[in-house]
């Protein structure tokens, strides 16, 4: 019998894929949300569980100490705060779940409590929160500081941000809005509790000004690989996006992960690991294959663009070095599981050009017709042992609907993944099988 997997979608409120022929008026109109309000629907049309808005707050200048290739490829910036994204994807959709990423490193605990709070109500309990600490020191000091905590310590002080966030979320008792109107009292002030939290990092009185919402605690994902990083998942996430490269790869980190959900008391089950892969679909093999070999050509452009994405979340300077030679042993306080991937494909004595040039974070190479790549994402599943996979391609109608309208129809005519959505909420659909 074959096992069900799960979908979800890794997407930036960035602009679309410029200057693909493809984005037509969405370039020029990106900034008002509409054509993103347009993708949560394809999603929902599909039955993907969920859409993730990655996110981070700056616009970096590492590479070359300017922010000109950032800026030239749209890498970090312009880019739009997901939450109030996450809003408008609610209002065009049902069911589908909006993972919307926010930082501990940066946000008040009470203020990002409220707000998730207020988006689970809004979308009636389909909200989460993808929990980063942030890896970028320009990334900090838009917030004032002047350069972020050691990696190890953003998880310890994250660990007790999401204690503090959780009793605030508790602070209402279920059913304490009783809207009596014998008594006229619309809420049971009994029922409404101070949480008096003091930590070592974070304090806040409580309760939260709003009810309980429809999850109680919103869904918490989460995506940091290092030993630190799937510690602290394993003990607050009920999802995890994970790149890691090949099947072999992403069946040792999906076991890991399950290894430290069990010392963390809790069921393996109760997370689902999504791995991050971007397919090329077409009509046939021989054009999906061109399409691969023209999307990977090492140009200029992409040498450029994986170089700057490197240096701003590893804050090294990878102008500096010769891409025609072997890549020289770095180190970051920012992405540490990233940048030991971005090593491990320069093993061999690779240039850096080459290894630029072939960069990405997506797991596996899925090239062919919808039933060919349906093929190889079962057979990987099959290996893996689960949960599903978080599609991350070009941001254009033309792609999603690939996946969506080509791909995902062959996935649920084999019973791979959901074609209806069996609960309202989030977490119910998420742990449904
Ligand atoms: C699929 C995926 C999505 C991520 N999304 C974000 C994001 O939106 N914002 C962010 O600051 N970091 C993001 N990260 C980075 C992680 O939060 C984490 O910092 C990184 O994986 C390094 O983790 P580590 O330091 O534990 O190795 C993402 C990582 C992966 C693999």
């Known amino acids: 019998m074959t096992t069900p997997f799960h979908l979800g979608w890794f997407m930036s409120f960035r602009p679309p894929a410029f200057p693909d022929q493809w984005v037509g008026a969405d370039a020029a109109e ?31 200048d590492a590479y070359a100490g300017t922010s000109e290739i950032d800026l030239k490829y749209s890498l970090y910036a312009p880019k739009h705060d997901p939450l109030a994204l996450a809003a408008l994807m609610a209002d065009v959709t049902s069911r589908l779940g909006i993972v ?15 707000t998730m709070s207020t988006l689970d109500h809004l979308s009636r309990g389909r ?36 204690d503090l966030v959780g009793q605030l979320w508790d602070s209402w008792e279920e059913g304490a809005e009783t809207q009596d109107r014998g008594t006229g009292a619309f809420v049971d002030h009994t029922k409404v509790h101070p949480i008096d939290f003091v930590g070592a990092h974070y304090s806040s009185r409580g ?5 309980r ?78 399409r691969f070999t023209s999307a990977w050509a090492p140009t200029d452009r992409r040498v450029e663009a994986a170089l700057g994405h ?10 500096q070095f010769d891409l025609d030679k072997p890549v020289e042993e770095l ?37 062919g017709t919808p039933s060919s790549v349906a093929d190889q994402m079962e057979e990987a599943m099959e290996y893996v042992g689960g ?43 998420l742990l449904s099988f």
């Open 127 to 162: 909200v989460g929160w993808n929990v980063v600490t942030s890896s970028e020191d320009r990334a900090a000091q838009n917030y004032g500081i002047d350069r972020l905590p050691e990696h190890d310590e953003r998880y310890d002080r994250a660990d007790e941000f999401i």
């Open 207 to 211: 309760p939260l000004n709003l009810p």
């Open 213 to 290: 919402s429809p999850q109680g605690r919103p869904v918490i994902c989460q995506a940091g690989g290092s030993g630190r990083g799937r510690r602290f998942g394993a003990t607050h996430a009920d999802t995890i996006i994970a790149s890691a490269h090949g099947v072999e790869a992403m069946k040792a980190y999906r076991d890991s992960v399950r290894e430290h959900l069990v010392e963390a008391g809790r069921d393996p089950d109760s997370c689902k690991v999504l791995f991050v892969v971007s397919p090329i679909v077409a009509e046939s093999e021989a054009a999906a294959q061109d």
């Open 310 to 319: 490197i240096s701003a979340y590893t804050e090294n300077d990878m102008s």
């Open 331 to 367: 180190t970051t306080n920012g992405h540490q599981s990233t940048l030991a991937m971005f090593m491990k494909r320069a093993e061999g004595g690779k240039t850096l050009r080459e290894v630029a040039a072939n960069w990405s974070i997506s797991c596996l190479d899925l090239v």
């Open 100 to 114: 919307a990423t926010a930082s501990s490193t940066f946000y008040p605990p009470y203020l990002l409590a409220r």
């Open 387 to 429: 949960d599903g996979f978080l599609i991350s391609g070009a941001t254009s109608r033309r792609y999603i609907t690939e996946v969506t309208d080509g791909l995902v129809p062959e996935l649920q005519r084999r019973g791979l993944t959901r074609t209806e959505y069996t609960h309202r909420t989030l977490r119910d659909n």
């Open 30 to 60: 990106w900034t008002n949300g509409r054509f993103y309000e347009d993708f949560a629907r394809s999603l929902e049309r599909a039955k993907f569980d969920y859409i993730m808005i990655e996110d981070s707050s700056m616009v970096p």
